[in-house]
């Protein structure tokens, strides 16, 4: 019996995450349910699955909750950032979907590696904004870490065993030479430059391929999404970015793929649904059904490739430069994304104006060594504060 924590449970990883657990009832015990503040759907899935413990980010949230469930004496209710920490290293949890979105879930998700715990990574922007801290924490504290980025998981499972099972981590040791990391291009691959400003976050939000929540929509949108998987992916297979090379692939069939010093590449192809990396890494390093559709080639018939537009996603360079740049500059650059995704979603802002809103921060701030989760937090705070200021102005 594997005993899961999901944190971020009413979201759409969350959400995926659930529906594989109850297809393996027998063989996964879930001990705990977070969110942040949708009461009605955490008390659904309270009631589905019976969790000891059910935890809301907002205070008044979790009254309600409470309130709820008055009557299942069985299932504790906690609140806020201690209440995350709390479960997410409970001695009787084996492993932990980190799924909360953003910045957000970095001290949680990190609770979880300092617990020794699996932890499963959904929440791209924790190893973004902590990078080095987080991969030090999961070595030091025996944790385990697996990727469910659909992007990381495919190159998780192209790479030898020598690396996913024996923690051999340098990658020209077992012979892999780059990293081909695939994008679909999202909603405005061919829409008109020239009519980006105006694109509204319901345009956005519909991607081609995935139905995703929001945030990670919108960053598709803006690839700004591609710019934080390759920083993932430099942390998640100690490479620098220079050997990630980011491809268009509209079909979304091929998730990355791994090119090998003989001429071999290796890729891993499948239907654009989460339940697929999520029931792998459930069940590492075994298989277990999904309820994935299998991948039709002769429906699908074509696979392509486009080189990235650069000049359409400025996201990405910013992000390569951030990543070159090291220290808290990713953290910076994840802060000042989260701002400008925020103010675009709520009308504030014109969706060009993210890149500038993100690189004005970036060339206003310099990083510096991330040694401390102190002084990531402090630099993560500044960002903030300053997009928010410079927001008046785009
Ligand atoms: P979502 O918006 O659908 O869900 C986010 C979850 O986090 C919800 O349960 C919400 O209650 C919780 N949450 C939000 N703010 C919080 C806070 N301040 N404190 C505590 N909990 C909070 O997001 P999603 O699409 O499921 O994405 C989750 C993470 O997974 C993101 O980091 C995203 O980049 C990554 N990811 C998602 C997909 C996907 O297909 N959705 C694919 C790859 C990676
Ligand atoms: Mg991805």
């Not at 209440?83 to 979105?101: C, F, N, Q, R, Y």
């Not at 291009?185 to 995703?212: D, I």
């Not at 996603?313 to 808290?328: D, N, S, V």
Request: include cysteine.
């Amino acid at each position: 019996m594997i005993r899961v924590c999901i944190l971020g449970a009413t979201g759409s990883i969350g959400v995926s995450t659930l529906d594989v657990i109850k297809q393996h009832a027998h063989q996964f015990k879930v001990v705990a349910l977070t969110a942040n503040q949708d009461v009605e759907r955490l008390f659904q899935q309270c009631v589905e699955f019976l969790p000891s413990y059910a935890v809301m980010a907002d205070a008044a949230a979790a009254e309600q909750l409470a309130a709820r469930l008055a009557h299942f004496d069985e299932i504790t209710v906690l609140s806020g950032v201690e209440g995350l920490k709390h479960v997410a290293s409970l001695p009787e949890v084996d492993t932990v979907m980190a799924a909360i979105v953003g910045g957000a879930g970095l001290l949680p998700t990190l609770a979880a590696a300092q617990a020794g715990k699996r932890v499963l990574l959904a929440n791209k922007e924790a190893l973004v904004m902590s990078g080095q801290l987080f991969l030090d924490a999961v070595h030091q504290h025996g944790a385990q870490l697996l990727p469910i980025d659909s992007e990381h998981n495919a190159i998780f499972q192209c790479m030898p065993a020598s690396f996913t099972q024996h923690g051999v981590k340098n990658l020209t040791a077992v012979g892999v030479s780059r990293i081909l990391l695939t994008a679909s291009g999202g909603p405005f691959r061919n829409y008109p430059l020239e009519q980006l400003g105006s694109v509204t976050p319901e345009q956005a939000c519909n991607h081609p391929k995935w139905k995703m929540g929001r945030k990670i929509s919108v960053d598709s949108a803006t690839m700004m999404n591609k710019g934080l998987e390759v920083i993932e992916a430099c942390w998640l297979f100690n490479t620098p970015p220079e050997r990630i090379e980011v491809l268009i692939h509209p079909q979304s069939v091929i998730h990355s793929m791994v090119e090998y010093v003989d001429g071999s590449t290796l890729a891993q192809l499948g239907n654009p649904d989460m339940r697929t990396p999520i029931a792998h890494a459930l069940a590492f390093p075994e298989r277990m059904t999904s309820g994935v559709a299998r991948l039709n080639l002769l429906e699908i018939a074509k696979l392509e490739f486009e080189p990235m537009d650069f000049a359409r996603f400025p996201c990405l360079r910013l992000a390569y430069e951030a990543m070159q740049a090291g220290g808290t500059t990713t953290a910076i650059l994840n802060a000042a994304n989260e701002i400008a995704v925020e103010a675009f979603l709520a009308g504030k802002l014109r969706f060009t104006a993210i890149a500038e809103l993100i690189e004005q921060t970036l060339s206003r701030l310099n990083g510096r060594a991330a040694n401390t989760l102190e002084i990531i937090l402090e630099d993560d705070t500044r960002a903030r504060q300053l997009a928010e200021e410079l927001l008046t102005t785009l």
